[in-house]
């Protein structure tokens, strides 16, 4: 392309559209392989904007697995946002991927990441701008293969009509062995129908065509079989045994364009284990796999010098637990804080919060601080296991205004199974003690930043609560207007997500295959970029549950019992049903449960299962 | 430094480009001069910010650095390490401080490459040009830093503008006032010029910057050889 004047149609478009560098490519690390030297080609797609897919760390290492191998190539397509959307429709241009500009037609396979359930929206006008048919009854032999993974492939329902093949759990190695056999087959020329058949057959591998799904008289869900012999009943997810030895991207693709994590993302373990009730991510991540110091270290350095990132992120669900948490920010910070990179820890835990932590973390650049203490009060953060205390949000927020810090960001939940406007009123108090904290601390009071996120609960699968009902949305609502009038101070800043959007995302959280149709139906009606406010319409989606004879109330707001077949029952997670049962029984009795790290063993069945075990680093 | 910035690095926007730069240079091991306070980002000036989506064939940029390091050496290092579209043509050690480039900039070369959706002439073509540039004033609308909309004149900053054809291709040449006395953008000229000539082209069109002028003495020169 360079000092070339060619005036193709994108060429033309890309000037008249919003960031025009989301669909340019050609960033540092980018790999564009050479389309004819390769057997087998895959697009990974992300359903979202560039900004928000680029921030993805799985993109960077299934990128880098792919793209080392000799007989394949991966590149990259992302939700095209509305104003581009716009002008390839009009101009019929379809979707492309990044690296090669090829449609996604030409690829083998076309593989979604779901990161969370209101980008499946964006799923099917992904397919349908690429010209791709929805169902996946309707793709005949030439049509890419499409294969989607993540979080949310965890319940695949909703999505069964429209995905060929799910892979569940890490994908490090499960995608190795799923290319071999998809590779081999198309060698041998074998029809779609056989592909998938196989593809089954793999560890790890659901194909929902392969199986029917019965629904009760009065419309609930029943039972899911496989419709043919060898197809298994149920599908276990994977798990990468040893971080320290998984395949790992040396030289993630650095975007030119600012994305919303703009920075080295260096994963210090998978899984947490805290097991707070409500944590979906705690439940699909175990067990807990800490890397040794020395590969962080090791591979820290690395990513330094290919990306050339002025910050590091050490990441995980609970980076303040890992063991060697301090070892390794001081001597990251020893090595490179000349080179003036900074480190930066998200998600701090207020129970072991160090001052001297977060000074070693702020002597380059300092970062926003937040918590996340999820509810109000003691009595409701026994119910969702969350461990911290009010004494240990108080000290750290005190000792980390003392420090400098002039603004903190507090995390809660609203809507929690047994909440009272007790706790919303703790909410309140808690908001409070923190300000006074500041003025007390000195910090100049134009200054002093409380923030508030208040996120409503959304009960998901595999967790305790997943038998639990969403409250309904009017009383979110009413929640959320009663902290509102109640936080109105100089000094607080009140966030909150629309009730409507949560509500959404609890019936697609635990759907059954039906809400393809309204989907299907929802996305024909617009919706697209429903995590985006300026998108969402509730009305919209509601409307597409109508014409589909459907009622989100039916799953947002159901209480399962705890004998009722569960849609998305054949995944197995590997955590056992009898733990759930006794960790929703012991959240109802106001009681808590232990850390595995700490004390003793739970019981949750993960690593028997799976045939696994947690990995720590050895303490400090 | 003298750089370009093409192909689909030219969509990198200013702000990003200054954070291109400075982690090229971290992934080129150049010791980059960084500012003080919470947020240090490293010392580069650009002479003349270029809008997103135009391609820059010859730009220029003061960089500063901690150690004296040859400047052939800097020039190879830094392309090595640049994403596609960005490279660096030539560095040049200054001799002291000297004036800011953003200073020194008066004018900037352009050239446009539109596609015609309808029968043109080269006759049509000059015509056009000719009756554009013999207007008194051309005024287009801009929006000023409360965000009011007012006019203003864009004949005074257009010093040079001249056309030709090219198969189905409109090829334009103009040279504008730029810098921090006043900026004429070639996206106003070209917009204006297409409304009043009423030229059939369609959708977006190809932007080429291709150097950058000073004033010495009276004399005009490239940045560069000052």
């Known amino acids: 392309m360079e000092g070339k004047t060619e005036l193709d149609f994108l060429e033309q478009i890309l000037p008249l559209v919003k960031k025009p560098a989301r669909y340019a490519g050609g960033e540092w690390n980018a790999v564009r392989k050479d389309w004819e030297t390769v057997e087998y080609r895959v697009a990974f797609a992300f359903p979202d904007v560039y900004e928000v897919g680029m921030s993805h760390l799985g993109l960077q290492i299934l990128y880098d697995i792919v793209n080392r191998r000799s007989d394949t190539l991966m590149e990259r397509v992302f939700a095209p946002w509305t104003d581009m959307e716009e002008k390839m429709r009009e101009g019929g241009l379809p979707l492309f991927a990044l690296e090669s500009r090829r449609p996604l037609l030409d690829f083998d396979m076309v593989a979604f990441t779901l990161q969370y359930e209101m980008s499946f929206s964006n799923v099917l006008n992904m397919l349908d701008l690429a010209g791709i048919p929805r169902d996946s009854g309707r793709r005949t032999d030439g049509f890419p293969l499409i294969v989607a993974g993540g979080p949310c492939a965890y319940n695949p329902e909703p999505l069964a009509d429209f995905i060929d093949v799910f892979v569940i759990g890490e994908g490090e190695e499960a995608i190795g062995e799923l290319l071999d056999v998809l590779i081999k087959l198309k060698r041998q020329n074998v029809s779609r129908q056989e592909l998938l058949f196989e593809s089954a057959r793999l560890p790890g591998v659901y194909v929902p065509s392969l199986y029917r799904v019965f629904y009760h008289e009065g419309g609930r869900f029943s039972r899911i079989v496989p419709s043919l012999d060898g197809v298994p009943e149920r599908i276990t997810k994977r798990v990468v045994r040893n971080l320290d030895s998984a395949p790992f991207p040396e030289r993630p693709i650095v975007p030119s364009t600012e994305v919303v994590h703009d920075r080295i993302m260096l994963e210090v373990f998978r899984g947490c284990t805290r097991g707070c009730r409500f944590c979906q991510a705690g439940i699909l991540y175990r067990p807990v796999r800490e890397r040794k110091p020395e590969t962080v270290l090791k591979q820290a350095a690395g990513l330094v010098q290919s990306t050339g990132y002025e910050e590091i992120s050490l990441t995980s669900l609970s980076t303040s637990d890992y063991s060697q948490v301090r070892k390794v920010v001081k001597s990251l910070l020893d090595k490179h804080a000349c080179q003036g990179l900074g480190v930066s820890l998200p998600s701090l835990r207020a129970d072991n919060f160090s001052v001297e932590l977060a000074k070693e973390v702020q002597r380059v650049r300092r970062s926003s601080l937040t918590f996340a203490p999820e509810a109000g009060t003691q009595r409701l953060r026994d119910v969702i296991n969350k461990g911290v205390k009010d004494e240990d949000l108080i000290e750290a927020t005190g000792a980390a205004f003392r420090e400098g810090w002039k603004a903190v960001k507090l995390y809660f939940m609203i809507g929690l199974p047994t909440e009272t406007d007790e706790d919303l009123d703790g909410i309140v108090r808690l908001a409070r003690a923190v300000l006074t904290l500041g003025r ?107 014409l589909t004879g459907l009622d989100p109330e039916d799953y947002a707001n159901h209480r399962y019992a705890y004998d009722e077949p569960l849609p998305w029952g054949h995944i197995d997670t590997g955590v056992s049903r009898q733990y759930l049962v006794r960790e929703h029984q012991l959240a109802m009795a106001g009681l808590v449960t232990g850390d595995c790290r700490t004390e003793s063993c739970p019981g949750c069945g993960v690593c028997t299962t799976l045939e696994v075990e947690p990995v720590f680093a050895g303490g400090d | 430094m003298m750089y370009e910035k093409v192909g689909p690095a030219r969509f990198i926007s200013h702000l990003d480009l200054l954070r291109t730069f400075g982690r090229a240079a971290r992934r080129a091991g150049l010791p980059l001069a960084f500012t003080q306070g919470f947020n240090p980002h490293p010392k580069i000036t650009f002479a003349a910010p270029l809008a997103v989506g135009i391609s820059g064939e010859a730009e220029f940029a003061d960089l500063e650095l901690t150690e004296k390091i040859p400047a052939p050496f800097v020039a190879r290092a830094l392309s090595d390490a640049l994403p596609e579209g960005l490279r660096v043509l030539e560095v040049r050690q200054l001799k002291g401080a000297g004036p800011a480039l953003m200073a020194m900039v008066r004018s900037a070369s352009y050239r446009v490459e539109a596609k015609t959706c309808g029968p043109v002439t080269a006759g049509e073509l000059k015509d056009a040009l000719g009756s554009f540039l013999s207007r008194q004033e051309i005024l287009v609308e801009r929006k000023n830093n409360e965000g009011k909309k007012v006019l203003y004149d864009l004949r005074p900053g257009i010093f040079v503008m001249s056309g030709r054809l090219d198969n189905d291709i409109i090829k334009i040449e103009a040279e504008l006032k730029t810098g921090s006395s006043g900026n004429v953008r070639i996206e106003e000229v070209l917009e204006a010029f297409l409304k009043s000539s009423r030229l059939p082209v369609q959708g977006g069109y190809a932007l080429f910057r291709n150097n950058l002028y000073t004033v010495a003495g009276k004399e005009k020169k490239m940045l560069w050889q000052t």
């Open chain 1, 440 to 546: 007390k601390a000195g910090v100049p009071r134009g200054r002093l930043r409380v923030t508030i996120s208040a996120s409503s609960f959304v009960p998901k699968a595999h967790t305790a609560f997943q038998w639990e009902p969403q409250t309904p949305l009017a009383e979110l609502q009413r929640k959320q207007d009663y902290l509102s009038e109640r936080l109105k101070e100089k000094g607080i800043v009140f966030n909150y997500h629309d009730a409507g959007l949560s509500f959404l995302e609890a019936a697609f959280a635990r759907g059954d295959r039906r809400l393809g149709a309204v989907l299907a139906r929802a996305v024909d009606l617009g919706c697209r970029f429903d995590g985006w406010s300026e998108h969402f319409q509730l009305d919209r989606w509601l409307e597409a549950f109508r």
